[in-house]
Protein backbone atom coordinates (compact mmCIF):
# COMPACT_ATOMS: atom_id res chain seq x y z
CA UNK A 1 0.00 0.00 0.00
CA UNK A 2 2.78 2.39 1.30
CA UNK A 3 4.35 1.96 -2.39
CA UNK A 4 1.07 2.41 -4.46
CA UNK A 5 0.66 5.94 -2.13
CA UNK A 6 4.40 6.58 -3.22
CA UNK A 7 4.15 6.38 -6.84
CA UNK A 8 0.46 8.21 -6.76
CA UNK A 9 2.36 11.27 -4.88
CA UNK A 10 5.45 11.16 -7.22
CA UNK A 11 3.29 12.17 -10.11
CA UNK A 12 2.48 15.77 -9.06
CA UNK A 13 6.42 15.89 -9.05
CA UNK A 14 7.45 14.68 -12.67
CA UNK A 15 7.71 17.25 -15.17
CA UNK A 16 8.80 17.29 -18.63
CA UNK A 17 11.31 20.01 -19.38
CA UNK A 18 10.34 22.85 -21.60
CA UNK A 19 11.70 22.86 -24.88
CA UNK A 20 13.07 19.38 -24.48
CA UNK A 21 11.53 16.46 -25.97
CA UNK A 22 11.40 12.89 -24.11
CA UNK A 23 12.96 14.90 -21.03
CA UNK A 24 12.04 14.50 -17.46
CA UNK A 25 12.52 16.52 -13.86
CA UNK A 26 11.36 15.74 -10.47
CA UNK A 27 10.30 19.37 -9.35
CA UNK A 28 9.06 20.11 -6.06
CA UNK A 29 8.20 23.11 -4.00
CA UNK A 30 9.81 23.71 -0.25
CA UNK A 31 6.69 24.53 1.29
CA UNK A 32 5.97 28.28 2.32
CA UNK A 33 6.73 27.87 5.89
CA UNK A 34 10.21 25.86 5.62
CA UNK A 35 11.40 28.07 2.81
CA UNK A 36 13.45 30.41 5.31
CA UNK A 37 14.87 27.31 7.19
CA UNK A 38 15.93 25.08 4.26
CA UNK A 39 17.29 28.31 1.80
CA UNK A 40 15.76 27.49 -1.53
CA UNK A 41 11.81 27.59 -3.15
CA UNK A 42 11.60 24.30 -4.86
CA UNK A 43 13.87 20.95 -5.68
CA UNK A 44 14.60 20.15 -9.10
CA UNK A 45 16.99 16.93 -10.43
CA UNK A 46 17.23 16.47 -13.79
CA UNK A 47 15.90 12.73 -14.65
CA UNK A 48 18.00 10.74 -17.33
CA UNK A 49 15.08 8.83 -18.14
CA UNK A 50 13.37 8.72 -21.72
CA UNK A 51 9.83 7.91 -21.37
CA UNK A 52 7.44 8.69 -18.14
CA UNK A 53 7.29 5.27 -16.12
CA UNK A 54 11.35 5.37 -16.34
CA UNK A 55 11.04 8.88 -15.05
CA UNK A 56 8.66 7.96 -12.32
CA UNK A 57 10.47 4.97 -11.33
CA UNK A 58 13.89 7.21 -11.22
CA UNK A 59 12.19 9.95 -9.02
CA UNK A 60 11.45 7.78 -6.14
CA UNK A 61 14.56 8.40 -4.28
CA UNK A 62 14.23 12.18 -4.89
CA UNK A 63 10.81 11.68 -3.26
CA UNK A 64 12.12 10.23 -0.57
CA UNK A 65 14.85 12.50 0.64
CA UNK A 66 12.91 15.58 -0.39
CA UNK A 67 10.32 13.91 2.32
CA UNK A 68 12.83 13.39 4.71
CA UNK A 69 13.87 16.76 4.65
CA UNK A 70 10.92 18.23 5.34
CA UNK A 71 10.11 16.45 8.51
CA UNK A 72 13.46 17.20 9.70
CA UNK A 73 12.92 21.03 9.00
CA UNK A 74 9.59 20.35 10.60
CA UNK A 75 11.31 18.95 13.71
CA UNK A 76 13.70 21.73 14.13
CA UNK A 77 16.16 18.91 13.02
CA UNK A 78 17.20 20.72 10.07
CA UNK A 79 20.36 20.71 9.26
CA UNK A 80 21.34 18.39 10.33
CA UNK A 81 24.34 18.81 12.58
CA UNK A 82 27.64 17.11 12.99
CA UNK A 83 29.63 16.43 16.28
CA UNK A 84 32.30 19.07 14.64
CA UNK A 85 29.72 21.70 14.11
CA UNK A 86 28.35 21.21 17.31
CA UNK A 87 31.62 21.63 18.92
CA UNK A 88 32.37 24.32 16.85
CA UNK A 89 29.06 26.27 17.64
CA UNK A 90 29.45 25.67 21.67
CA UNK A 91 32.94 26.97 21.76
CA UNK A 92 31.90 30.09 19.97
CA UNK A 93 29.05 30.32 22.35
CA UNK A 94 31.81 30.05 25.45
CA UNK A 95 33.42 33.15 23.45
CA UNK A 96 31.00 34.91 23.46
CA UNK A 97 29.62 34.15 27.08
CA UNK A 98 28.18 37.66 28.86
CA UNK A 99 31.34 39.47 31.25
CA UNK A 100 28.59 39.63 34.41
CA UNK A 101 29.23 35.46 33.98
CA UNK A 102 31.63 34.81 36.63
CA UNK A 103 35.09 34.08 35.20
CA UNK A 104 36.79 30.55 37.27
CA UNK A 105 40.50 32.19 38.11
CA UNK A 106 42.25 29.13 36.71
CA UNK A 107 40.70 27.80 33.41
CA UNK A 108 38.65 30.80 32.22
CA UNK A 109 35.75 28.66 31.39
CA UNK A 110 32.19 30.89 32.86
CA UNK A 111 30.56 30.13 35.87
CA UNK A 112 26.87 29.71 36.23
CA UNK A 113 24.93 29.26 39.10
CA UNK A 114 22.82 26.82 37.91
CA UNK A 115 22.13 24.84 35.65
CA UNK A 116 19.24 26.59 34.58
CA UNK A 117 21.31 29.50 34.24
CA UNK A 118 23.57 27.73 31.94
CA UNK A 119 20.51 26.56 29.39
CA UNK A 120 19.08 30.36 29.36
CA UNK A 121 22.37 31.38 27.99
CA UNK A 122 23.13 28.74 25.59
CA UNK A 123 18.94 29.41 24.57
CA UNK A 124 19.77 33.07 23.48
CA UNK A 125 23.23 32.66 22.38
CA UNK A 126 21.85 29.82 19.35
CA UNK A 127 18.43 32.48 19.20
CA UNK A 128 20.56 34.55 18.00
CA UNK A 129 23.21 33.39 16.16
CA UNK A 130 21.79 29.99 15.39
CA UNK A 131 18.23 30.02 15.02
CA UNK A 132 17.93 25.98 13.97
CA UNK A 133 19.21 24.85 16.80
CA UNK A 134 16.08 25.49 18.79
CA UNK A 135 15.19 24.18 22.39
CA UNK A 136 14.39 20.46 22.46
CA UNK A 137 15.66 19.40 18.92
CA UNK A 138 18.27 17.19 17.98
CA UNK A 139 20.84 20.04 17.18
CA UNK A 140 20.51 21.79 20.47
CA UNK A 141 20.99 19.06 22.41
CA UNK A 142 24.37 18.00 21.06
CA UNK A 143 25.19 21.77 21.00
CA UNK A 144 24.13 21.71 24.69
CA UNK A 145 26.81 18.74 25.30
CA UNK A 146 29.62 20.08 24.23
CA UNK A 147 28.86 23.59 25.96
CA UNK A 148 28.30 21.93 29.34
CA UNK A 149 32.51 20.79 28.73
CA UNK A 150 32.75 24.68 28.16
CA UNK A 151 31.85 25.63 31.34
CA UNK A 152 31.15 24.88 34.95
CA UNK A 153 27.90 25.03 37.02
CA UNK A 154 28.30 25.69 40.87
CA UNK A 155 25.44 24.49 42.37
CA UNK A 156 26.32 24.69 45.92
CA UNK A 157 25.50 27.22 48.53
CA UNK A 158 28.84 27.87 49.79
CA UNK A 159 28.15 29.18 53.43
CA UNK A 160 24.60 28.98 54.99
CA UNK A 161 23.93 31.48 57.07
CA UNK A 162 24.48 32.05 60.77
CA UNK A 163 21.16 29.62 62.50
CA UNK A 164 20.39 30.21 66.12
CA UNK A 165 19.72 26.72 67.55
CA UNK A 166 16.75 25.71 70.18
CA UNK A 167 18.53 27.55 73.24
CA UNK A 168 18.36 30.41 71.52
CA UNK A 169 22.15 30.90 70.89
CA UNK A 170 23.95 31.45 67.73
CA UNK A 171 25.44 28.13 65.11
CA UNK A 172 28.87 29.43 63.40
CA UNK A 173 28.49 28.70 59.58
CA UNK A 174 28.59 25.29 58.27
CA UNK A 175 30.15 25.09 54.53
CA UNK A 176 28.03 22.65 52.58
CA UNK A 177 28.92 20.82 49.32
CA UNK A 178 31.82 23.09 48.85
CA UNK A 179 34.25 22.28 45.80
CA UNK A 180 37.34 21.67 47.98
CA UNK A 181 36.50 18.99 50.71
CA UNK A 182 38.97 18.17 52.91
CA UNK A 183 41.72 15.73 51.47
CA UNK A 184 41.33 16.63 47.88
CA UNK A 185 44.57 19.12 48.38
CA UNK A 186 46.40 15.44 49.04
CA UNK A 187 44.90 14.09 45.76
CA UNK A 188 46.34 17.41 43.74
CA UNK A 189 49.70 17.26 45.59
CA UNK A 190 49.81 13.37 44.15
CA UNK A 191 48.62 14.16 40.68
Request: hydrophobic share 35%.
Amino acid sequence: MANTDTICEIHRYIHPRPGRRNSWWFRRRVPLDLIPLIGQNEWRFTLKARNRDDAVAEAIPHLARTNETIQLARRGDWPPITGEGAEFIAYKWRCSCPAEIQEYEFSGDPVFRDDAAFTASLTAYLAEHWPFAKHGTRAFDEIKGYARGECRIETFERVRPVQVGPDGKEREPVLLNHPDPAGSDLIREWA
